[in-house]
């Protein structure tokens, strides 16, 4: 393997160095490669070093929302939430980076502009936006799922006199909403997050809602010494629950079916739930809620019995409960005193479902009907571009000159969400297709995966490129897509979902998450392996320059 430092070219780079970025990135030092990483922040984190908008937390419990790879590093950090918040995690990311003396290979403000696939050489070309340059053999792309923020493109924003913002790309220092009119659009986890905590603070908040989600009480609490504990002790079970949970979370299954009980001894157990908080409200409860309509109603009926207990107004508690699509039909966020941000006195909620925003004027934000509300600050809470985005917001080309926009215009496709026809030698790093479930477990598997992959090709003295077949794609597709169908994932008028790609005007809808459950999905990664490397194509393409190795 190359041990050469000086020059611009390396055996792999990882684009970002957040969770997966990091993670794979000591994948690839354990593989004795010459590897750079390259960050467009100034720091490590990925999604937590921009997201710092206030009320960022994990909606995965602390002592799973890391990595597992290293006994010293699990028995050593001290998590002191149950949701972390986004300092925490930031915290984390940057103690990790330490003890494993990441930085050295971290190119900082190194924003990936373009990768371009050189097939003489049998290289990755890769420029930065402030112009450095790189090849490599492998390029890894880990800029995460939910890295390019979208806000819709409202017209007359250009001539908004006040501040506004999206929340993926909060300023470090902060905003100062005090003493200001505000208003926040979107209700998604993002919103739901920031929405009580700018409400504490501003004169005056508007939320624009177009469609209420199911918020689930987070019941965040301090973790005690004990608890701290007892978690230590029980990591290599915690760790197995996580390999078996269907979203990579440490919960056992329910057991119980609700068509098993009566429905005294359903309410009793959704009244535990409740009180649990987190995930486990859906999961701990029974086993029948994200796959049986009747079941799925049950609980439904049940959230929106809650949040008209909890909000005093009846008009605006009809408005937050919501009614066209199923509970976990779309992802649902969990709340820190949600709903009870809508008792507040400075709270107004609009709907803008039948009344959409129009555009934006020179003091603040106008409907359809032409109603106006004059704010000072507008923010953005209207998610992301999630899965593709990362990538088709870079001039991407593979073999041939293929743009990665090009290559998914019908929508994205990718074998065991890792590799894509056409892009030799590139890794995805959560690409489309791939679990959506707790996400750090899942990126140690994926990692460890892109690792064999590269063994597999450095020992080889026969070929030096693989890439996926259209065959092996067309067969994932149906898989996931034959997957989500058997749940109500997605299911309900209208819901937009990003899991879909749904919730970009022009985008094509595609399933974008691996909804089979980890457990399957290590499965799959596996047996291509096990398959002799099934669904990839192998060349030899560059037999001396390439790789440096
Ligand atoms: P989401 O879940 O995509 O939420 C975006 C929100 O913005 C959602 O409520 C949207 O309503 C709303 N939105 C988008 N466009 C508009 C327009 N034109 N008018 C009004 N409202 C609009 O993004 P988040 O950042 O909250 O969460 C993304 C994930 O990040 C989250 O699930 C976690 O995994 C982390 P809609 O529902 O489409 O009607």
Redesign the pocket.
């Known amino acids: 393997m190359s041990t050469d430092t000086t020059t611009d070219h390396y055996d792999a780079i990882v684009m970002g160095a957040g969770f997966g970025g990091l993670r794979v990135s000591i994948e690839l030092g354990r593989l004795g490669l010459n590897y750079r990483t390259l960050e467009a922040g100034s720091g490590v984190g990925g999604v937590w070093f921009w997201n710092r908008y206030p009320g960022a937390r994990t ?1 995965s419990e602390s002592w799973v929302y890391c990595y597992q790879f290293d006994k010293d590093l699990l028995d050593e950090y001290q998590w002191t939430d149950r949701f972390p918040n986004q300092p925490q995690v930031e915290a984390y990311l940057n103690h990790v980076a330490d003890r494993f003396d990441l930085r050295k290979n971290i190119d900082f403000e190194a924003e990936v502009s373009s990768a371009e696939y050189d097939e003489d050489e049998g290289l990755w070309r890769i420029t930065t936006a402030d112009g450095r340059t790189y090849t490599c053999k492998y390029f890894i792309p880990a800029g995460g799922p ?1 890295t390019a923020s979208w806000r ?1 493109s ?1 017209p007359g924003l250009d001539d908004y006199q006040g501040q506004w913002l999206h ?2 790309r909060w300023p470090k220092e902060g905003i100062d909403v005090r003493g200001k009119r505000v208003a926040v ?8 997050q920031v929405i009580p905590e700018v409400a504490r603070e501003c004169e005056h908040l508007t939320v ?4 209420p ?1 199911y918020v689930i009480p987070a019941r965040n609490h301090p973790l005690t010494a004990d608890e701290q504990r007892a978690i230590k002790m029980d990591y290599d079970k915690i760790w197995a629950r996580c390999r078996e949970q269907f979203f990579a979370m440490p919960i056992p299954p329910a057991n119980r079916m609700t068509s098993d009980l009566t429905p005294q001894e359903q309410q009793r157990i959704l009244e535990r739930g409740w009180e649990t908080g987190g995930f486990r409200f859906i999961f701990e409860t029974f086993d029948d809620t994200i796959a049986v309509p009747e079941a799925n109603k049950i609980v439904a009926d049940f959230v929106r019995e809650k949040i008209r207990a909890i909000v005093h107004v009846p008009e605006t508690a009809e408005k937050l409960a919501p009614k066209d699509h199923p509970i976990a039909g ?2 649902p ?1 969990l709340g820190h005193y949600y709903y009870e941000a809508y008792n507040r006195e400075n709270v107004d909620l609009v709907s ?2 039948e009344n ?2 129009e555009r934006i004027s020179e003091k603040g934000i106008v409907l359809a009907d032409g109603t106006e509300f004059e704010v000072d600050v507008i923010i953005f ?4 571009d ?1 899965l593709t985005g990362a990538l088709t917001k870079i001039d991407l080309r593979g073999r041939d000159g293929l743009t990665i926009k090009d290559a998914w215009a019908d929508g994205a496709q990718t074998h065991i969400g890792v590799a894509t026809k056409g892009f030799p030698n590139l890794f995805m790093l959560f690409g489309p297709q791939t679990p959506f479930a707790n996400f750090p477990p899942v990126a140690e598997d994926i990692s460890s995966w892109i690792g064999q992959a590269i063994k597999h090709l450095e020992e080889s003295p026969d070929f030096d490129t693989m890439e996926a077949t259209q065959e092996a794609m067309d067969a994932w597709n149906q898989h996931v897509t034959d997957l989500v169908n058997a749940t109500v994932i997605a299911q309900g008028t209208d ?2 979902s ?1 899991m879909l790609g749904a ?1 970009i005007p022009g985008k094509t809808h595609r399933v974008l998450f691996h909804f089979g459950g980890v457990a399957s999905f290590y499965d799959s990664c596996q047996k291509v392996i096990d398959d002799g490397w099934s669904g990839f194509e192998f060349r030899q393409v560059a037999p001396v320059t390439a790789g440096a190795v």
């Open positions: 909606d939910l819709p409202f929340t993926s659009i979107g209700t998604g986890a993002t919103g739901v624009l809602q177009r469609t989600n779309k992802r966020p803008v479902k959409p925003i809470a209207t998610g992301f999630a819901v937009h990003w919730n």
